[in-house]
C-alpha cells in the first residue's frame, strides 16, 4: 500500500519557477531515500534528483544542476522539488519515486509545462 501523490504542476513561462510535493504513504519514509524523475511522451523515464534518508546528501542530474534543489520533509512525509530557470525542454510529467524493499513504487505524476 506505498502511495505518492504528486502534485505543483503546471504552465510556466520559460525561466519561471514551480514547486513540486510529493505526499507517501505506506511505509516508513524516513528510512529511504527519495528520487524525482520526469518522462516526455516517446522518451525513456529519467532519474532528476536524489535526496537520502536523512536529506544530508543530494545528487542531481547534470541538466537540472544549478536549477532544482530537491528537499524532504520526514516528519510531515513530503518530498519537494523546487524548480528555478525553467527551459522548454523541462516539460515533462515529474514522478516521485522510493524502493522499499527493492521494489519501485510510483505516484501518478504531475505535468509541468514550459511554453512562452
Known amino acids: 500500500q506505498v502511495q505518492f501523490v504528486e502534485s505543483g504542476g503546471g504552465l510556466v513561462q520559460p525561466g519561471g519557477s514551480l514547486r513540486l510535493s510529493c505526499e507517501a504513504s505506506g511505509f516508513t519514509f524516513s528510512s529511504y531515500p527519495i528520487r524525482w524523475y520526469r518522462q516526455s511522451p516517446g522518451k525513456e523515464r529519467e532519474l532528476v534528483a536524489t535526496?537520502?534518508?536523512?536529506?544530508?546528501?543530494?545528487d542531481y542530474a547534470d541538466f537540472v544542476k544549478g536549477r532544482f534543489t530537491i528537499v524532504r520533509d520526514n516528519i510531515r512525509n513530503i518530498a519537494y522539488l523546487w524548480m528555478n530557470d525553467l527551459r522548454p525542454e523541462d516539460t515533462a510529467v515529474y514522478f516521485c519515486?522510493?524502493?522499499?524493499?527493492?521494489?519501485?513504487?510510483w505516484g501518478q505524476g504531475t505535468q509541468v509545462t514550459v511554453s512562452s
Open positions: 535526496i537520502s534518508f536523512a536529506g544530508n546528501n543530494k
Open positions: 519515486n522510493a524502493r522499499p524493499g527493492g521494489r519501485d513504487y
